[in-house]
């Protein structure tokens, strides 16, 4: 399988988590990495962290506003301080909007797709100006298991997750041939959780009697990166979630 040795790598959401996991993945396999996050806090001290666990890599670290209404101008002027790109990682994720159904409105919608669906969206439309041409360079998506599965006052979030699937078989048609790929996550222990972390009980709802690392799910997305017969597809990596 082809080595990310020395290809440059944007991971948008790369400060924490999941998106932390794949930059660290990827350095230590000896690529150039570039982490984005909205807050210049979190990406300067991701950065730094990142820079003393490995000393010879090439890291840099970005501030980009994905919750600011000009978010495309934000994510060009990203893209094009960094480019060319080999890899483009979407991990960045907010709060999940679970409400009860009575709870919505059109602005409670809105808000809830802006960075899971509609930011994505935006940078696809961005990214062929900023990845080398062919097949050897790709984008992949992040989506989760409430995609597959139905959880109680999921419906609004659960409608973009499942989204995320049609979106990426389409732009793997639509930016051919760059190859545009998913990964969906389970329950994994990340910040999106809290201060509490993941709820104890929630081992309970796999088959492996655990929840996800960030670092166990980071290899989807390595394994995608790497595959340059991969395109349009969905890795899933829930603990077997899906089967209780």
Not at 86 to 96: K, P, Q, R, Y
Not at 146 to 165: A, D, E, R, V
Not at 187 to 202: I, K, Q, Y
Request: net charge negative; with cysteine.
């Amino acid at each position: 399988m082809p080595s990310i040795a020395h290809k440059s790598v944007l991971v948008i959401g790369g400060s924490s988590g999941i998106g932390y996991a794949v930059a660290e993945k990827c350095l230590a396999e000896g690529a150039k990495v570039h982490i984005a996050s909205s807050s210049s806090l979190r990406v300067n001290a991701s950065a730094s962290s990142l820079k003393q666990e490995f000393p010879n890599g090439e890291i840099s670290g970005h501030v980009c506003d994905l919750a600011d209404r000009n978010v495309e101008q934000n994510l060009e002027k990203l893209l094009e301080t960094v480019k060319p790109l080999d890899h483009i990682v979407f991990t960045a994720g907010d709060a999940l909007a679970v409400k009860p159904l009575e709870m919505i409105d059109l602005d409670a919608i809105q808000r809830a797709g802006h960075i899971r669906f509609a930011v994505p969206l935006l940078v696809a439309k961005l990214a062929p100006r900023f990845l080398n041409p062919g097949f050897q360079s790709s984008y992949t998506l992040t989506t989760g298991a409430g995609s597959q599965k139905p959880f109680p006052n999921w419906s609004m979030i659960s409608g973009y997750l499942s989204g995320l699937h049609g979106m990426t078989r389409n732009l793997a048609f639509d930016l051919k041939p760059l190859r545009v790929n998913l990964v969906s996550p389970g329950v994994v222990a990340t910040s999106l959780w809290g201060s509490d972390g993941v709820p104890e009980e929630m081992s309970q709802y796999t088959t492996l009697g655990k929840v996800g690392t960030p670092e166990e799910v980071a290899e989807a997305y390595l394994y995608l990166m790497k595959d340059t017969n991969a395109t349009g597809s969905c890795i899933s990596t829930n603990g077997g979630s899906l089967l209780l």
